[in-house]
């Protein structure tokens, strides 16, 4: 942690770095990366630019500028990205408290970002670290992607609500967590998704579109990228059923994604959303599972 700081860039080289990280972070090509310049003016405009250093070696960065919808301002996070080999040391997860550092400077209470749902570990970060909710889902948001991480897949995405100043959010930042995943799942909630094991992964055996209870618990992969390794086949037949899942969930009966947990159940990684038809407000004002 002391090795790590957040720096914000002033000069036009320390831009450019931003583009470096972004091929490393996702296999880009140069053609697909967001030019330094365009950063510069993000910037300029208002936006959020900082860029995470391990010592002196730059190893991530966050990217955002202003958005507007139905006349109110917020912050939309167009890029996160960390170098690889600096995975799981809580470099996002700084990032993301800069990036609300500068939100709350400029009197804004909500950030805004997308990202892909069958990925556990952005998941992870994101609702059970963050505390976001999502009550949007998207599909093939950005067309044909053709970067390292996202090729071969059409973009779905989720896009989230981080309402920076609210109870859940504060509660999240203070370390209050959701009930480990062996808690959760001995409390019998419903699962939309029956999986089971292949080829040492698994897949969706069956699905209930059905459901209407008030919280219901969706299953995504423990690591897509083992799946995807392995069978693009069974990868696209994830994305395919959960697109199904969250479009009747989310758009449809508007369940809102409430939180995410992910553990180790008899020595297999297991992930899970939880999605609740409580109220926005609700939600934002306390624990969902101590209500």
């Known amino acids: 942690m002391d090795a790590i700081t957040i720096i914000e860039p002033k000069k036009p080289e320390e831009f450019h770095i931003i583009e470096e990280i972004q091929k490393k972070a996702w296999g880009m090509q140069d053609i697909e990366v967001v030019p330094y310049r365009i950063i510069i003016a993000m910037k300029h405009a208002g936006g959020s630019v900082y860029i995470a250093k391990y010592f002196d070696k730059s190893v991530g960065f966050v990217v955002g500028f202003i958005g507007i919808n139905k006349g109110k301002l917020f912050l939309h996070s167009h890029q996160l990205g960390v170098v690889p080999e600096f995975w799981g040391k809580n470099i996002g997860y700084f990032l993301k408290l800069k990036q609300r550092e500068h939100a709350i400077k400029l009197n804004l209470d909500l950030i805004k970002w997308t990202f892909d749902p069958l990925l556990s570990r952005n998941a992870y970060l994101n609702f059970n670290k963050l505390g976001v909710t999502c009550k949007e889902f998207h599909t093939n948001f950005y067309g044909i992607m053709q970067d390292a991480i996202n090729k071969g897949l059409p973009s779905d995405r989720f896009y989230v609500d981080w309402w920076i100043r609210s109870k859940r959010v504060a509660n999240r930042l203070n370390g209050e967590k959701p009930p480990q995943i062996e ?47 392995k069978s693009m086949n069974d990868a696209m037949d994830w994305r395919m059923k959960t697109r199904a899942i969250f479009q009747k969930l989310i758009n449809e009966d508007h369940y809102i994604v409430i939180d995410f947990v992910s553990g180790l159940v008899n020595g297999e990684r297991r992930s899970f959303y939880i999605l609740g038809n409580q109220s926005e407000k609700e939600i934002l004002s306390g624990n969902w599972w101590e209500k």
Not at 194 to 217: C, S, W
Request: net charge positive; hydrophobic share 40%; no cysteine.
């Open 183 to 229: 808690e959760l799942l001995s409390a019998n909630l419903p699962i939309i998704n029956k999986t089971k094991q292949r080829n040492n992964y698994r897949i969706i055996d069956d699905l209930n579109l059905n459901l209407k209870d008030k919280v219901i618990l969706v299953e995504i992969p423990g690591d897509l990228n083992v799946i995807k390794n």
